[in-house]
């Protein structure tokens, strides 16, 4: 690989970049070129035997970037296969060796930063500082299961039927293997934090990463293998999900799946012919909730992040913005001059504030629902135009006033860098309306009595509730169990919820020196009688 690329804002050597017709004063862009080598040992590690490959195109640049080869569904039950054999091996590493592969991989995902942050803004298009976010939250994860899945995954002790004589071990078992399917808008960290959990909990692993965004999850998977997790412990498959997912549900013993909330019902109805476990993270249409008391300048820097990181491509992404009277004014102000100064790009560099929407499909989804909006009377307070001058797929971070329940915009997620600005009267009036539609991913609340915005989250119907920040709290903090209610999704990841759906419960409960039956000579009745007195005294002492 190359030792310098002039195009790559840190200079950085042995990654996936080389260097390409350099002419940054004409675009910059023309010198981020992949290398042909390391692209090819990328795609070697998708199992496919087809000979068909499917070409991607990057977003940032509109410039191809490789073929992916394509699985069939004998190279999914192939996946399988090896990932059985290589699990049964695997549920015999004693938990420390797993921890120790699995901090060895928190320090690679440091060390090769800035590669994975190239590659992640070259395939997805995102600002390097939002590709930096979710480097950080792979990383976040496997140190946290590294050193928790210990403790998650201990055979507990609980009281049985006879005190003393009746002994409860609570096991936790592994599922088998884990079919994982993740969507393109957080590349790598979708693709492989939900896995590392699994493999903690003894499980192997069959992922089938976004189309779009192949690169990105094999390179992470370089990376668990450079670590020393068993090459075939993760499978990868790579095709259309509508194709191979009906294949790999038949062949999993539980599903995880991150997408949108169409697909996931269809998942749900798929696992359930099957009675398998799934966990879904799907679409929102997320509140925001600056309270009369929000420090309205940080509420105003919160609700910028919120909104637009990720270009608004995010799960828990802000889009929906609720603000007191009082201090609507105040906010609005500053909330858009925040927007207005936003440093607009498509670049490899950190001061982007944010890059280009991944796909033409995103592209028009996001201009049908302003363009609605717009039509029907909403007022944009800041961007609302494409920008094909940054990137093919560009669209301005956009603020909408006016927003009514007969523009699409209004219940309907755009995933995309949109945001409409709702004012409120009273509290109950907001928690009304922010919990208002199908939705319950995420909330933020700002205000600066953070008691009361505890007891506002309590009745609010989303799984996450940040306060005073838009998503980061509980996304970051990697013990905080995350997931939605409603068409938000099933299931929880993160802490140790996060590993726990990767594994069976099993009670295995020892009976000693007392038998459950007559004994000492006692009669069926007279035994009733004594275990309805040991009934008695067990609850006036208060026992469960
Ligand atoms: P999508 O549902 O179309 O695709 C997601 C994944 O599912 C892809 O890998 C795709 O190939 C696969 N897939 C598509 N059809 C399938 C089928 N019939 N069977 C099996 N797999 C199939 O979603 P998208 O539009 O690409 O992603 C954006 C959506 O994902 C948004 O709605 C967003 O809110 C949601 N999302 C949610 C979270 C979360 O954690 N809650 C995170 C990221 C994205």
Redesign the pocket.
């Known amino acids: 690989m190359s030792a310098s690329n002039p195009g790559h804002p840190e200079g950085v050597g042995g990654g996936p970049l080389v260097e390409g017709p350099h002419d940054p004063e004409h675009d910059p862009r023309a010198s981020y070129v992949l290398e042909p080598e390391y692209v090819e040992t990328l795609t070697r590690r998708v199992l496919a035997t087809t000979g068909t490959t499917v070409p991607l195109t990057s977003p940032l640049t509109g410039a191809p970037l490789a073929n992916i080869p394509q699985s069939s569904t004998d190279d999914v039950a192939e996946a399988y296969r090896r990932a059985r054999v290589a699990q049964a091996q695997w549920v015999r590493v004693p938990m420390a060796e797993r921890a120790a592969i699995m901090l060895r991989l928190h320090d690679l995902l440091l060390d090769r930063m800035p590669e994975l942050l190239d590659m992640i803004t070259l395939e997805n298009g995102k600002a390097r500082k939002h590709a930096y976010d979710e480097v950080a939250h792979t990383a976040l994860t496997a140190r946290y299961y590294a050193r928790m899945s210990g403790k998650h995954m201990a055979t507990e002790r609980r009281g049985g039927v006879i005190p003393l004589a009746t002994r409860i071990d609570i096991n936790h078992v592994p599922k088998g293997v884990v079919g994982i ?6 590349p790598l960290t ?1 693709a492989l934090s939900d896995g590392l959990p699994a493999l903690m909990a003894g499980n192997a692993v069959v992922s ?5 965004t192949m690169l990105t999850a094999l390179m992470g998977l370089k990376l668990m293998d450079e670590a020393g997790f068993p090459r075939d412990l993760w499978q990868v498959v790579a095709g ?3 194709e ?3 294949p ?2 038949e062949r999993s013993d539980y599903i995880c ?8 019902k ?2 749900a109805a ?1 696992c359930a012919e099957r009675l398998i476990g799934c966990s879904l ?4 249409k997320n509140p925001l909730l600056v309270l009369r008391d929000a420090d309205v300048e940080r509420a105003a820097e919160g609700a910028v992040r919120a909104s637009f990181s990720n270009a608004g ?4 992404s802000t889009e929906r913005l609720f603000v007191a009277d009082q201090v609507y004014d105040r906010f609005v102000e500053r909330f858009v001059a925040r927007t207005k100064a936003m440093s607009l790009g498509a670049t490899l560099d950190w001061e982007v504030d944010m890059g280009p929407l991944i796909s033409a499909d995103q592209l028009d989804t996001v201009v049908a629902h302003v363009d609605d909006a717009v039509a029907k009377g909403a007022r944009v307070l800041a961007g609302g135009r494409a920008r094909p001058d940054l990137a093919p797929y560009y669209y301005e971070p956009t603020i909408l006033e006016g927003v009514t329940p007969d523009m699409t915009c209004f219940g309907h ?1 755009t ?1 995309g860098p949109v945001v409409a600005l709702y004012r409120f009267h009273d509290e109950s009036d907001a928690i009304a309306r922010a919990n208002d539609g199908e939705y319950g ?1 995420n909330c933020a609340i700002f205000s600066q009595d953070g008691a009361r915005a505890r007891a506002i989250a309590r009745q609010i119907k989303c799984g996450t509730v940040n306060i005073n920040e838009g998503f980061g709290a509980t996304f970051g903090s990697l013990a905080a169990p ?3 209610m409603r068409e ?2 099933m299931g929880r ?1 993160q802490g140790a919820e996060g590993i726990h759906r990767y594994t069976e419960t099993q009670s295995v409960g020892t009976q000693r020196f007392l038998k459950l039956s007559p004994q000492f000579g006692l009669s069926s009745e007279q035994y009733a009688k004594v275990q309805v007195l040991a009934l008695r005294v067990m609850n006036k002492l208060g026992r469960a």
């Open positions: 399917i993740s969507p393109w808008n957080y979708m089938k990463p976004d189309a779009q259309p999900g509508r191979l997912g009906g790999m549900i799946f991150t997408g949108s909330t169409a697909t996931g269809l998942i798929q993270e799907l679409g929102g491509q995010l799960c828990v997620e995933f991913l995350m997931g939605g938000s999704g990841r």
